[in-house]
C-alpha cells in the first residue's frame, strides 16, 4: 500500500477527504457559515462566554437551526473530526469556534492541488 501523501502544511490525502466530506453536507456547511461572524449570526441569543473566543454554544446553534439537540452534536462532532472547527466544554455546555488555522490550509492544499 503506498504511503499517504503529505503536503507542506502537514495535512494528508486523507485529512483533505474528511473535511471535504464534512462540508459536503449543507446544513454542516451552513453552520460552518455561521460561525464565521458569530456576533452577528447569534446576536439575538444570551451567551454565557465570548462566542468569538470561545465559540458559539450547542444550544443556540440546535435554535438557529431548528434541528435536535443530538443531530446538531454529531454535524459538529463530524466538523470537528474534520478539524473545521474547535470544541470548549463550559459546564455542561459545549462551545464550537472555527479553526480559523486549519480552514486556511485546506483551501491551500486545495488551491495547490486542484
Not at 503536503?7 to 456547511?29: F, Y
Not at 452534536?73 to 455542561?92: D, F, N, P, W
Request: proline letters at 4%.
Amino acid at each position: 500500500m503506498p504511503e499517504p501523501a503529505i503536503d507542506l502544511e502537514g495535512r494528508t490525502d486523507q485529512d483533505v477527504v474528511e473535511a471535504l466530506r464534512a462540508l459536503a453536507n449543507p446544513v454542516r456547511l451552513q453552520m460552518l457559515r455561521w460561525l464565521r461572524e458569530p456576533e452577528r449570526n447569534f446576536a439575538e441569543y444570551e451567551a454565557i462566554a465570548d462566542p468569538v473566543e470561545v465559540g458559539v454554544c450547542v444550544s443556540h446553534l440546535r435554535a438557529k437551526s431548528g434541528l435536535a439537540q443530538s443531530t446538531v452534536s454529531a454535524y459538529m462532532a463530524e466538523l470537528q473530526r474534520a478539524g473545521l472547527v474547535q470544541a470548549t466544554r463550559i459546564g455542561k455546555w459545549t462551545h464550537y469556534k472555527r479553526d480559523e488555522k486549519r480552514i486556511a490550509q485546506l483551501v491551500a492544499v486545495l488551491g495547490a492541488t486542484l
